[in-house]
């Protein structure tokens, strides 16, 4: 029987196809069959870089040997033939000692829930190796497009590995955690180094094409063409796959496995490259190889061009995926889905490439690519591409627009080739475009219309602006952007093209023929520290950083499955609103190894998620819909199975009929408000009545402003295990709330609380969204754990997560000011609305006015808020939710006074802020001097009048957040009699804001030992009952608060023992306390008891953006950050709290949307098309700086809270924007003199919209 050779860390693996089927990933194989936990995975789509593994192997062409990085989400097990893979676990850990590049990444602070970490390591390491330690600072930053961080904001990331460049003088100055751990000589790393000794398994003589049969698939190796067809003839063609590097799937998700899979990767002639007067690329080479010979031979004159492609091929997919998928696998893919934004596509056509195709007959046709587009891939196999030599005569220009910097498919791609004669005539042209229609590809008739046409003229860039207007219908495909977005995007790239090749234009013009180039990043970070205070306000690395950093780090699923366990998936509604009348399991029961289906019925106890026992839960939800249906995507079933794939699988197959109601789905706030059950979906949360009228206005302001929706998009994804005790159950919940998943899962199992523990030891990320909305994940696992008695695990996927669970509440606001000609206001009227999903849980509709009064004299403002209902998933908290929209409001506000009354506005701002923030007048004045904000004002005010096509802007917004106390935070401090070392265990959720870090800090400090004594366990509800949720910023310093007790408690039960010694040194002082009995175990509380003191914390923050008009694309140039942290409890954490809060914001203000179909079903709902900030979206110059002198006099230990305030200075980058916009405006003749609304998000389409851009003012000279 042929078998599958590969190893893994070393260790040779030996697999049939008994062992796997067409679902085992190279991930799944490594989690769930070899227990190698280290290797983390979320979107299983090559989006997010969880998964990464590096892996050496043979180039079939060459026969050298290479290392790269993997999606090992997207790689098939039978895929990995003769592969060296290294997992986390092979680079370095506690037992073998740390490699550097873990070990420098956590002395960085580069790790905060770190569920992300063991990706980044894993894709640096293969880089790093693979290039044999050579990698310039450019490579490493634009080379993890692929690896997505909620956490960090990035800026300590690729610092860290930026270190290992070789263009940086840093690399021979850093320091590593050598004080922390011991870094021993990484034995497994170095025998990596040794790429090119012996390789125990390629058997060179043996090419026989290898035949694995799964279950009811079958699986072919083939190492020629030869090989397919002969398959091909034997297994027929009716249902094949052919693989390459298999990342197709990662766009297209396949609904149904083919009967048979032949794996090509290993052919070498579809890696062939040669030149004969073309350049012919095999089809199998990966889009990296592809890059590299570009590289090459753009250095030959005719095929100079191909450096634009090299750049653009940068801009496509990210490193891993470039690493296996082939420009084959591209073309066949655009080929099957004519819609698919394809670069490769494009660039080619741009060129008049062409494509080789061979049949089952061996005859081979060479094609034009849009002759290619019609013809049937079925049978045929894409042996290379020719891409012609082109004189410089062939004028060419090619362009991605996309919606963040990287790892995006195109809005808009495009390509221009004009074959001019020495005049500059036009004797042919290629038009191409790309994410226009399934049927656009190229603009035929403008090509005809230019032959003969002089290329520099404004009357041919008139006219052939004219007819692309008329020619161009972008498809209407709402996941997309709109099709009036496409088309200004496609003729200002038309026009960008053609300034960018004339020799000559009007100046002004100059800069809008070039992209918008981001330069390095660097950032600054300051703050004092006083080392007299240290441990405390020391900036130490987390004391989980190098655990995190190795894949050590276990999170709640990360658990190798018993024979009896189960995984479990969500079998979601898809309807909206209606009611359920009838399952069909048949389908999904069929298949082998699904065990259940379970519904409502199944629930012994309660069916809600949320119990209203616990504090600040209002409606029960249910876990299971038991028949009405009140979102899409609702859970309504669950599918139990022995693998989590075949689960998910099975959930899909459960057929369910509906009644459905004959409403519309209510799936907006405005809509909500023009509902004929409008009473129904709104509720009042606050009224706030003015208290002063002035009668100096001026001025009068209306307005509206939305504040957008949000994913929390959390590494890891809800998910919990479940296993049975002796006592009840065992509950291992992803959840920032332990209390909430304590009370729900008891209930809804109806079992008595003390029988149900539940524990935590950290989550992959939470920003509020795994306070209540955990315990849905909890319960359902917990019903399925129970009703199969059997330990159960539920991961959701990450499409299941966006569509079942709720979102940061989106919030509308009507607004009519009243100000006088300093900008002082004299009366406001405020309406808002927060949308709440279909319950009224988590709702922020009272706490926004909070925020909104928290600032600026508001004494004339009257407000009123509400909460909405929609018929979506149950909206919730997500990092800094109300603050955000009292803050974006607030400042929105003064941006529209500045406007009106035409005064500076910070001055605006100043002016209506009261005296007792006199502090943050003075931050204000501090700030502006310390940025140069004038003088940069002053330079942008010049930029703008010389550049018509390229506009700057530079705004500044304040904050002043305010912190709230609430409820109970426990700690248990336990002293070891042998040594003195301590642990402790505490209520806190350790979700990557480095609570364990401070609280043991706080610990180290009040007791006075060495933080090294000092460690932290995971929370559980046995040593921290009835704890509130890690939420609102204060978890770190509420548990600081307890430990300070606790030690003080325990500092006086030591005290006669130090006074009797003599020489009272810890471990003595303990001993002797031991052999006494004295209690070494303390606990304590913060609560509501001890009267903690809120408090402001004030920022000030500053943007300059950079934006190109024709394309809507900006760049960050700087952000400088202010904020008052207090004496923070260690200035590191903090930092990292800060950059990460307002990285997401950025994603909030910019790149994320949450787009809902008319029938209520979520289009956005995958890394394809929902867009978090990547490594390169953050500012190019991040500054970041703590306010010098700062003790807070309420807080604990003189610190403030950091986890969430900065994320609402992020909305600093619109205003920044919009003044950018309004610039942009003029170049088009717009003479705007009321405030130009632009739609929220920044997102490149509103950009766009709020330009909109006329062809008319497109010329050259
Ligand atoms: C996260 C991510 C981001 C991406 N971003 C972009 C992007 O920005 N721009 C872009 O253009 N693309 C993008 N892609 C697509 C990517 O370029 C393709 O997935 C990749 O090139 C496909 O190659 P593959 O070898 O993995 O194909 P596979 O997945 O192995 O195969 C895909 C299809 O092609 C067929 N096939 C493969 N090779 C041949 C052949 N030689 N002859 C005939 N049929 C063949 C297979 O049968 C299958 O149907 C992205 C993909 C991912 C996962
Ligand atoms: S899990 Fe593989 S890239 Fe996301
Ligand atoms: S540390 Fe990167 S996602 Fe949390």
């Not at 839960?617 to 995507?633: N, P, V």
């Not at 159950?729 to 003390?754: E, K, M």
């Not at 605006?908 to 003075?922: G, T």
Request: charged share 20%.
């Amino acid at each position: 029987m042929d078998k599958i050779n590969f190893t893994v860390n070393g260790e040779p693996i030996s697999l049939n196809g008994a062992d796997v089927s067409p679902l085992t990933s190279l991930n799944d194989y490594l989690r769930n069959y070899l227990g190698l936990l280290g290797t983390k995975a979320m979107c299983h789509e090559g989006g997010c870089g969880a998964c990464i593994v590096s892996v050496t192997k043979i180039h079939p062409g060459t026969n050298e040997k290479h290392i790269i990085a993997v999606n090992s989400c997207l790689v098939h097990v039978l895929s990995c033939h003769e592969w060296e893979i290294t997992t986390i676990e092979g680079v370095g850990s506690k037992k073998d000692g740390y490699n550097s590049l873990q070990s420098r990444l956590a002395s960085f602070n580069g790790t905060q829930c770190g569920y992300c970490t063991p990706g980044w390591v894993m894709n640096m390491y293969s880089l790093f190796e693979g290039s044999k330690k050579n990698l310039t600072t450019r490579q490493i930053e634009r080379s993890f497009a692929g690896n997505i961080c909620r956490c960090t904001g990035y800026r300590p990331i690729l610092d860290a590995f930026k270190t290992f460049a070789s263009d940086t003088e840093a690399r021979n100055e850093i320091k590593d955690l050598e004080e922390l751990d011991k870094i021993k000589c990484a034995k497994k790393c170095l025998e990596v180094d040794n790429v090119g000794d012996g390789w125990c398994f390629v058997d060179h003589n043996n090419r026989n094409v290898l035949d694995i049969k799964m279950d009811t698939n079958r699986w072919y190796k083939a190492f020629s063409v030869d090989d397919v067809f002969k398959v091909l003839a034997k297994e027929g063609t009716d249902n094949y796959s052919l693989v390459a590097g298999n990342t197709g799937r990662g766009v297209y998700p396949p609904t149904n496995e083919s009967r048979v899979y032949i794996d090509i990767s290993s052919i070498s002639a579809l890696k062939d490259t040669s030149i004969d007067a073309n350049l012919v690329l095999g089809a199998g080479l990966s889009l990296n190889e592809t890059m590299a010979i570009f590289q090459e031979q753009m250095k030959n004159d005719d095929f100079s061009y191909l450096k634009q492609f090299y750049d653009h091929l940068e801009l496509v997919a990210n490193v891993p995926v470039k690493n296996v998928g082939t420009i084959g696998g591209n073309l066949a893919m655009k080929n099957n889905h004519p819609y698919f934004a394809s670069d490769v596509y494009v660039l080619l056509e741009t060129v008049n490439a062409t494509v080789t195709l061979e049949d089952m007959h061996s005859k081979t046709t060479e094609i034009h690519l849009s002759k290619f587009l019609s013809t049937s891939l079925k049978d045929q196999i894409i042996m290379n591409v020719k891409i012609p030599p082109l004189s410089n005569s062939h004028l060419i220009r090619t362009y991605k627009i996309m919606p963040r910097a990287q790892n995006a498919h195109a809005i808009v791609n495009a390509g221009f080739n004009f074959h001019v004669d020495e005049n500059h005539k036009i004797l042919t042209s290629n038009i191409v475009y790309g994410s226009i229609s399934p049927t656009y590809n190229r603009a035929i008739n403008i090509e005809n219309m230019l032959k003969g046409q002089p290329l520099f003229s404004d009357e041919t860039l008139r006219t052939a602006l004219a007819k692309l207007q008329e020619d161009i219908v972008p498809f209407a495909d709402p996941s997309e952007p709109s099709p009036f977005c496409k088309k200004a995007i496609a003729l200002g790239l038309f026009y960008k093209a053609i300034l960018s090749l004339s020799p000559s234009v009007n100046p002004r013009y100059v800069s809008g023929g070039s992209e918008l180039v981001r330069p390095i990043s660097s950032g600054i970070q300051s703050y004092e520290t006083d080392k007299s205070m240290w441990p405390l306000n020391q900036p130490v690395p987390k004391l989980e950083a190098l655990t995190q950093c190795s894949g050590e780090a276990l999170y709640a699923c990360d658990q190798v499955s018993g024979p009896r366990d189960v995984h479990v998936a969500f079998v979601l509604s898809t309807i909206c609103l209606g009611e359920i009348v009838q399952f069909d399991t048949t389908e999904a029961l069929k298949l082998p190894g699904v065990v259940a289906f379970l519904s409502a019925k199944d629930i012994p106890g309660k069916n809600s998620f949320i119990s209203k026992e616990v504090p600040w839960q209002e409606f029960e939800e249910e876990i299971l819909a038991s028949k009405k249906i009140s979102y899409y995507g609702q859970p309504i079933g669950l599918i139990a199975a022995v693998s989590r794939k075949l689960a998910i699988m099975a959930a899909g197959l459960v057929k369910v009929s509906y009644k459905k109601y004959n409403t519309k789905p209510v799936l907006s706030i405005s809509e909500a408000l023009n509902a004929p059950d409008k009473k129904n979906r709104i509720r009042e949360e606050v009224t706030i009545q003015a208290t002063d009228k002035g009668n100096e206005t001026t001025h009068t302001i209306k307005g509206h402003y939305y504040m957008p929706d949000q994913y929390h998009f959390t590494m890891e994804t809800q998910s919990c295990r479940v296993e049975h005790t002796r006592r009840g159950i065992r509950v291992l919940s992803a959840t920032q709330w332990i209390d909430l998943v304590h009370v729900a899962v008891a209930r809804s199992l109806d079992l008595p609380l003390n029988s149900v523990d539940v524990s935590v030891a950290r989550v992959g990320g939470a920003y509020g969204g795994k306070a209540s909305r955990s315990a849905l994940a909890a319960c359902a696992c917990a019903v399925a754990a129970h009703a199969l008695n059997r330990a159960a695990t539920l991961v959701m996927p990450l499409t299941d997560n966006m569509h079942a669970v709720g979102k940061r509440q989106a919030a509308y606001f009507e607004y009519e000011l009243g100000v006088n000609d300093d900008g002082v206001i004299q009366h406001a009227d405020i309406v808002y609305y927060s949308d709440c999903g279909y319950s009224y849980n988590d709702t922020s509709g009272a706490e926004i006015a909070s925020t909104m009064t928290y600032l600026y004299d508001t004494s004339r403002w009257n407000i009123k808020g509400y909460s909405i209902l929609t018929d979506k998933a149950s909206n919730t908290w997500c990092r800094a939710p109300a603050t955000t929209e009292g803050t974006a409001i607030v400042e929105h506000l003064m941006e529209r006074i500045s406007h009106i009354t035409k005064k500076d506005p910070v001055d605006v701002r100043k002016i209506n802020i009261p005296s007792k923030h006199d502090k943050l007048k003075d931050m204000i004045d501090t700030f502006k001097m310390d940025t140069n904000y004038n003088d940069r004002r002053a330079e942008i005010e010049t930029y703008n009048a010389t550049n018509a096509w390229k506009k700057k802007g530079l705004q500044l917004t304040i904050m002043c957040y305010p912190i709230v106390y609430h409820r109970n935070y426990s700690v248990t401090i336990s002293v070891y009699h042998a040594d003195g070392t301590i642990l402790m265990s505490h209520g806190g959720i350790e979700m990557g804001q480095g609570i364990n870090t401070k609280v043991a800090q706080v610990c180290a400090y009040t007791l006075n030992v060495p933080l090294s004594m000092v460690t932290v366990k995971g929370s559980d509800n046995f040593v921290a009952p009835n704890n509130i949720a890690s939420s609102g910023s204060i978890t770190s310093e509420a548990v600081a608060f307890a430990t300070v007790k606790a030690c003080n408690e325990l500092l006086k039960r030591l005290e006669p023992i130090k006074q009797e010694l003599e020489e009272p040194t810890w471990q003595k002082v303990v001993k002797t306390a031991f052999d006494k009995g004295i209690n070494l175990q303390v606990n304590a509380m913060t609560s509501q008891l001890d009267n903690l003191v809120g408090y402001p914390v004030y920022g000030v923050c500053s943007a300059e953006v950079h934006l190109d008009v024709l394309t809507g694309n900006h760049i960050i140039n700087r952000v400088d950050l202010l904020e008052d942290t207090g004496r923070s409890l260690n200035p590191d954490i903090d930092v990292g709290q800060i950059e990460g809060s307002f990285v997401m914001g950025l994603g909030l203000w910019t790149s994320e949307r949450l787009i809902y179909d008319t029938n209520g079903q979520l289009l956005t709902n995958r890394t394809w098309t929902y867009k978090p900030p990547g490594a390169c979206d953050i500012p190019v110059d991040f500054r970041i700086s703590f306010s010098r002198n700062s003790i807070n006099n309420n807080g604990v230990l003189g610190s403030k809270a950091t986890g969430e305030p900065a994320f609402v200075l992020a909305v600093v980058v619109i205003h920044a924007l919009h003044e950018a916009i309004v610039e942009a405006r003029k170049e088009y003749g717009y003479n705007d003199t009321e405030w130009v609304h632009v739609d929220t998000p920044y997102s490149v389409e509103n950009i766009i919209k709020g330009i909109s851009p006329n062809i008319k003012s497109y010329t050259l000279k």
